[in-house]
């Protein structure tokens, strides 16, 4: 059997409802199984294609299961459909469940159960204690006005509940709604943000509102630190809105603020109410700032030559130089004197024959001169070098210079090769000859040794 009527899974089907379906094609007669969900029984045998329950109860889910019998008596099991009927109570209460009605009177009303002949009312302020107002085939009833109940008026700040009980047809079967509520508010503020005692970032930006009381026209609003000044305060001009902006407030401090609600001639007094802003968070410590590196040392000039001799490109190529300075004791000048030394490498010295193990050989005048020869006053850089075409150097000779290149007495021709090394007492250049400034003197002849006496006869 196919396409049951009610659906399978409809719901708020009528209790009068009668069940039917599509045979299958080879079908000659159905066994029919019906009754409550999980209490599904057999009904019998039929060819008819409809079922009469006669009469399905409210609130409801009931299941049924139609097989399919062909002529040799081959059996179909058909699905289990299932379906539901109308809960049978009232519905759809007006005031809405829980609203808020901003009046002393108001007209009750709801929607039907399905079956319903009667509606029984019940009304009160203790939800567990509701009175039996009387029965009603109308579906609304008037509260808070002559007439109806409660005839002097809602009361303020009250929460009322009531219930619909429909009573069917018979005059026996009911159906109890849910008990509903609704409210009438106070005649003064309520409802403050920030909330009474509400705790708030040091920082926050405050509005003060509120929920108006009862037919108040007008607001009047107090607010301050002391909470007794606020509660005996009196004379505040009166607000339109529901908002006050408290201006700047201070953090790690409580406020009280109260609102009287206006409503001409009468004047309610509002309760106070609190908040506090957090203290200010302590700011955090400056981090310590780090240590500046101590600066690295800079070398004086003899301290370079030896440095520069030790490591990088030009090691192992100034040995002959630091010879020639040890043997004349010129050690101190170069490590306080601020002078400009123009240094030979090894290749310039060897040029002459002279090596760090025999430059100490040569007469201690002329190697201290020839030193000399080498430096001249002040730091001179290659740029203050360049620009002029002699310099006066520490022995009092010249040494002409064009083009990097410096010429010395005897004509003799010196390229400067490294420029600007920097000491802290001047600068060093490298250069690829040796600057003389007259020829060396000639070595004294070795003495000829005396002859060997004869021997005796």
């Known amino acids: 059997a196919t396409e049951p009527d009610p659906a399978d899974g409809a719901v708020d089907v009528p209790v009068d409802a009668v069940l039917s379906w599509t045979a299958g094609a080879t079908a000659a007669s159905h066994d029919v199984y019906f009754g409550a969900a999980g209490a599904m029984e057999y009904i019998g045998n039929q060819v008819e294609t409809t079922f009469d329950p006669c009469g399905l109860a409210y609130a409801a889910i009931y299941e049924w299961q139609v097989d399919a019998i062909e002529e040799d008596g081959t059996t179909h ?19 809405a469940d829980g609203a808020v009605i901003e009046a002393t009177s108001t007209v009750l009303s709801w929607t039907a159960g399905d079956g319903a002949g009667m509606h029984d009312v019940y009304f009160g302020t203790d939800p567990d204690a509701l009175a039996y107002q009387g029965s009603q085939t ?4 008037m509260v808070g006005m002559p007439g109806g109940l409660v005839p002097d008026g809602l009361a303020a700040d009250t929460t009322y509940y009531w219930q619909i009980v429909e009573v069917e047809t018979d005059g026996i079967t009911v159906h109890e709604s849910p008990v509903w509520s609704f409210s009438v508010p106070p005649v ?12 708030l970032a040091s920082d926050a ?10 037919g108040a026209k007008l607001h009047a609003v107090y607010l301050g630190d002391d909470p007794n000044a606020v509660a005996e305060a009196e004379g505040a001009a009166p607000l339109l809105t529901t908002t006050f902006d408290p201006g700047a407030l201070e953090a790690g401090m409580t406020y009280y603020w109260r609102v009287d609600e ?6 309610n007094k509002g309760a106070v109410w609190s908040f506090s802003l957090a203290a200010a968070p302590e700011p955090e410590p400056e981090p310590e700032p780090e240590p500046e590196p101590e600066p690295e040392p800079v070398p004086n000039l003899l301290e370079l030559v030896v440095l520069l001799n030790t490591e990088g490109d030009l090691a192992g190529t100034l040995d002959t130089l ?10 101190e000048g170069l490590a306080t004197d601020n002078v400009t030394v123009f240094a030979p490498t090894d290749d310039a010295f060897a040029a002459l024959e002279l090596t760090d193990e025999n430059v100490g050989q040569l007469d201690p005048e002329y190697l201290y001169g020839l030193l000399l020869y080498h430096a001249t006053e002040g730091s ?21 210079q064009f083009v990097g290149v410096l010429t010395d007495n005897l004509g003799r021709k010196a390229q400067i090769t490294v420029t600007d090394l920097e000491a802290s007492n001047g600068v060093v250049h490298v250069i690829n000859s040796v600057l003389l400034p007259q020829l060396p003197p000639e070595p004294e002849p070795e003495p000829e040794p005396e002859p060997e006496p004869e021997p005796e006869a």
Do not use: C, R
């Open 77 to 95: 099991p058909g699905a289990v459909w299932s379906f539901s009927t109308p809960s049978g109570q009232a519905s759809n209460p007006d005031p």
């Open 138 to 141: 109308k579906m609304e009833l």
């Open 188 to 199: 003064t503020a309520y409802d403050p943000s920030p909330a009474d005692g509400e705790e």
């Open 205 to 214: 930006v405050v509005e003060l509102s509120w929920t108006a009381g009862l």
């Open 262 to 267: 206006v409503s001409p001639p009468d004047t």
């Open 322 to 331: 630091i010879a020639a300075v040890t043997a004349v004791e010129l050690s």
């Open 380 to 400: 001179l850089l290659a740029a203050d070098v360049l620009v002029v075409d002699h310099l006066t150097m520490l022995n009092g000779g010249n040494v002409n």
